[in-house]
Structures are given as C-alpha cells and as structure tokens.
C-alpha cells in the first residue's frame, strides 16, 4: 500500500477526534472518504486513494484487455467506510440504464483500503466498463479474474475449499457458478470454483481468448463458445 505518509496519523487516529471527511475527483472517478481528525488529513488520503484507484485502472485495463480505458469512459464513484471489524466490498457496475456511474462500496481498516480490496473492485469496473450493459461477462469469469487480486488469506480459503472437493469428491454442480448472474459475496464455493475455472481457461490460452470466450457465450452459449475458442 502507498500511503506511508499517513502512517504516523492512523497510530494516532483512535485517540485523535474525528472532525472531516475526505473528497476527491478526476475524469474517472470521485472518492469520498470517511471523517479524519483534519480536512488536510481527510484530503490527503482521499487524494492518494484516488491515485491508487487511476494506477489499478490502468494497470488491469492494459493487462486484461491490452491497453488502457479512455478517460471518463466508466466513471466511478467510491464510498469508503472504516471498520476494524469487517473487509468487505461491492461494486454496482452501470448495467442499467438509469444507472449513469459505476459505484463501489469499501469497507474496511485504513491501512488496507487502498489495498487487494481495491485492486479486486477495480477489476469489476474496467470490465464492465468494457463490456457493458448488457453485455456483461458472467459473474464467474469477472470474480475469477478479480480474485487474482485478492490477498493470500482468500486465496488460502479458496484452495481450501478445492482440495475438500478433491479429497471428499463432494463436486458441486458447476453450471450453478456458471449461469449464476450474480455471486454473492459469502458464496466462498463459488468462488473457488469461479477462481479455479478462470485459472485452468488461462492455462490454455491467454487473457483474450478468455475474455472473447466469456463475451461470446453471451450469444451462442457456453458449450458453442468453448468449442469456438
């Protein structure tokens, strides 16, 4: 994480009041963040928030779809909220008319926020940016490119999940994770197996014969792209 130079204030901040809150923005995204004990505080991580968010934008965007999104196309407003208790995210892509920006929701500690849990929302903005309403790539094949991003304690979890398959030959029927529009965030099987599927796909090809595959099966089914690509 970049933030070293808020490092002193967060050992401070549980004995510091909280009096502002933070607020940034750029042709892709606007950052509000929650109180801070001074707006110069709240304003300086709202800044490097946002700039990390830029960095995993273009980072994902040239590396998963060859090269970067255009300014403004897909911008998003994110809402941060601290917890020490929970590390969690959403993301609510536009894939509905009346929505007009990609919205994402942290909630997490400080220290983590610009973090995994940013880089795996980021994932979720530039593909559905790319392929958008309605157009949308399956909810498995975004979680299992997001979750390449995630941090080793999920990872653990995933590999956990697919060595009990393994052991206990329990498999789950895949096409459930398949033709689910939506993965909820406490479906840890499906993630695993969203994560285990994108892994083997990329074993076989690269990153755009995935991603040619996930939009095609849009129109011609999953069994006719898989022959296809």
């Known amino acids: 994480m970049r933030l070293g130079r808020l490092v002193a204030l967060l050992v401070l ?35 490097q928030l946002l700039q990390e968010a830029e960095t995993y934008r273009r980072e994902i965007a040239v590396k998963w ?3 970067e999104l255009p300014p403004g196309v897909g911008k998003t407003t994110i809402n941060v909220k601290f917890s020490e208790e929970r590390h969690a995210a959403l993301t609510w892509a536009k894939d509905d008319p009346r929505r007009k920006y990609h919205v994402v929701y942290l909630t997490t500690t400080p220290e983590k926020a ?36 995630d941090d080793a304690s999920r990872d653990k979890t995933r590999r956990q999940i697919l060595s009990w398959i393994v052991k206990t030959g329990n498999v789950p029927p895949l096409m459930r994770t398949i033709n689910a529009e939506v ?13 285990s599927l994108v892994a083997m796909l990329l074993s076989r090809a690269d990153a755009a014969t995935l991603l040619a595959f996930g939009q095609e099966a849009n129109s011609i089914g999953w069994n006719a792209a898989l022959q296809k690509h």
């Open 13 to 47: 901040l549980p004995s510091i009041p909280l009096q502002a809150a933070g607020f940034a923005t750029s042709d892709n995204f606007t950052v509000f963040t929650p109180r801070w004990p001074t707006q110069d505080a709240a304003q300086d991580f709202a800044e």
């Open 65 to 67: 779809l060859g090269g």
């Open 114 to 149: 610009a973090g995994n849990i940013l880089a795996h929302e980021m994932v979720h903005v530039v593909l559905a940016t790319q392929y958008g309403y309605p157009d949308r790539l399956g909810a498995w094949i975004e979680e299992g490119i997001a979750g390449t991003y």
């Open 183 to 195: 993965i909820s965030p406490t479906d840890q099987e499906s993630y695993a197996i969203a994560s």
